[in-house]
């Protein structure tokens, strides 16, 4: 089955309201076409499920930049100014979650797991509202899955029918969300034929990816760069 698309039919799929995954750490591995896409395309009170927002004028930032994100769901703040400041005039709704956490709702949402007991963030704002649960003579906080309408993820390679390979650290949050959605879309910076991708090198498998496109342009942005002397 051929996935390949174009990326702006893709984006079509978006409508107001929707929840969004888009993997990522920082701007290592963002799906930067489609989130540049998703920015022209006006369709707001989005919710975006990402490890962080990156920075305020590239990835994300450009959809908190055009009000079109209603709620964040995410580990960190980062180096997001505008996201931090969205923050405290509460113009944006927030919900954070231990990275770990984050990272098992996810793989919970994807492996149809209802839910899971964890110790971290007990005894913590983390926990306000939760039932916990002492197991072994620890507590525990009780955390459910995460789902999202899309995922909106970034690989390295990727054939016509969507099994795909990742580059190093940019493999991330990606394969996860992959298996979390109800419409999976990657982007990939090389489309190759179907056979040469290594089998044993294949992260995700393309019976998770509902379509996929190589990317125009690719900035790689560095968060915060250190060089020596």
Same mark, same amino acid.
């Given at each position: 089955?051929?996935?390949?698309?174009?990326?702006r039919?893709?984006?079509?799929r978006?409508?107001?309201?929707?929840?969004?995954?888009?993997?990522?750490?920082?701007?290592?591995?963002?799906?930067?076409?489609?989130?540049?896409?998703?920015?022209?395309?006006?369709?707001k009170?989005?919710?975006?499920m990402?490890?962080?927002?990156?920075?305020?004028?590239?990835?994300?930032?450009?959809?908190?930049?055009?009000?079109?994100?209603?709620?964040?769901?995410?580990?960190?703040?980062g180096?997001?100014n505008?996201?931090?400041?969205?923050?405290?005039?509460k113009?944006?709704?927030?919900?954070?979650?231990?990275?770990?956490?984050?990272?098992?709702?996810?793989?919970?949402?994807?492996?149809? &797991?209802?839910?899971?007991?964890?110790?971290t963030? !007990? =005894?913590? $704002?983390?926990? *306000?509202?939760?039932? @916990?649960?002492? #197991?072994?003579?620890?507590?525990?906080?009780?955390?459910?899955?995460?789902?999202?309408?899309?995922?909106?993820?970034?690989?390295?390679k990727?054939?016509?029918?969507?099994?795909?390979?990742?580059?190093?650290?940019?493999?991330?949050?990606?394969?996860?969300?992959?298996?979390?959605?109800?419409?999976? &879309?990657?982007?990939?910076?090389?489309?190759?034929? !179907? =056979?040469? $991708?290594?089998? *044993?090198?294949?992260? @995700?498998?393309? #019976?998770?990816?509902?379509?996929?496109?190589?990317?125009?342009?690719?900035?790689?942005?560095?968060?915060?760069?250190?060089?020596?002397?």
């Open positions: 089955m051929n996935k390949v698309i174009d990326p039919d893709a984006i079509r978006v409508k107001d309201g929707a929840s969004i995954m888009m993997g990522g750490f920082g701007l290592c591995g963002i799906p930067e076409n489609l989130i540049r896409l998703l920015a022209d395309s006006g369709v009170n989005l919710t975006v990402s490890n962080n927002a990156g920075v305020s004028d590239f990835g994300i930032g450009l959809l908190l930049q055009n009000g079109q994100v209603r709620k964040m769901v995410g580990t960190y703040i180096e997001n505008l996201l931090e400041r969205m923050i405290l005039e113009t944006i709704e927030i919900e954070l979650n231990p990275q770990g956490t984050f990272a098992e709702r996810i793989r919970a949402g994807g492996a149809g &797991i209802g839910g899971f007991f964890t110790p963030g !007990v =005894g913590t $704002l983390i926990a *306000d509202g939760k039932e @916990t649960r002492v #197991i072994n003579g620890r507590e525990y906080v009780l955390e459910s899955p995460l789902r999202a309408d899309l995922a909106f993820i970034k690989a390295w990727g054939d016509p029918m969507g099994n795909l390979v990742y580059r190093r650290t940019t493999r991330n949050f990606n394969p996860v969300m992959a298996t979390a959605a109800d419409f999976v &879309i990657a982007e990939v910076e090389q489309i190759v034929k !179907v =056979g040469d $991708l290594d089998p *044993d090198a294949i992260v @995700t498998p393309g #019976i998770f990816i509902d379509a996929i496109f190589q990317g125009e342009t690719y900035e790689k942005r560095i968060e915060k760069r250190t060089v020596a002397k």
